[in-house]
């Protein structure tokens, strides 16, 4: 069985859930979900509006991954979880798209859900590899 590697990130905040900020095996690395908090004042309070909050969600993202030595190159799948999935969808895909170059876009998942961690209304998570 390969080992497998649990990643708390120093100078990033806990995760609000009991969790590590990733997980990896056999080069597959899982990010737990990433929402619009700031990273570095996560007291703070969210962006107002879905176009703020995905763009700090994926910022959020980058950063994890780079942290780990990877980029938004080697994301495979990306699960995208909103809380009003008709108002936000098209407006998230706007900014969603210009973190992606168009011809390495990864796999996607988007769901509408009831309620999210801090009031967001949006929440990414992805499985990358090295």
């Given at each position: ?19 590590s900020h990733a ?73 969603y798209a210009g ?32």
């Amino acid at each position: 069985m390969p080992a497998i590697k649990f990643h708390t990130i120093a100078g990033l905040p806990k995760s609000v859930s009991p969790s590590s900020h990733a997980t990896e095996a056999d080069g597959f690395v899982y990010l737990t979900g990433q929402f619009g908090r700031d990273l570095d004042d996560p007291a703070k309070p969210l962006p107002e509006g879905i176009r703020a909050q995905t763009e700090r969600t994926l910022s959020n993202m980058r950063r994890v991954l780079g942290a780990l030595d990877l980029t938004m190159g080697q994301v495979l799948r990306v699960r995208v979880f909103l809380t009003h999935f008709k108002r936000d969808y098209d407006a998230m895909n706007e900014v969603y798209a210009g973190f992606f170059p168009a011809d390495a876009r990864p796999v996607r998942t988007c769901v509408g859900v009831t309620d999210l961690v801090c009031d967001a209304l949006i929440e990414i998570d992805c499985v990358a590899k090295r």
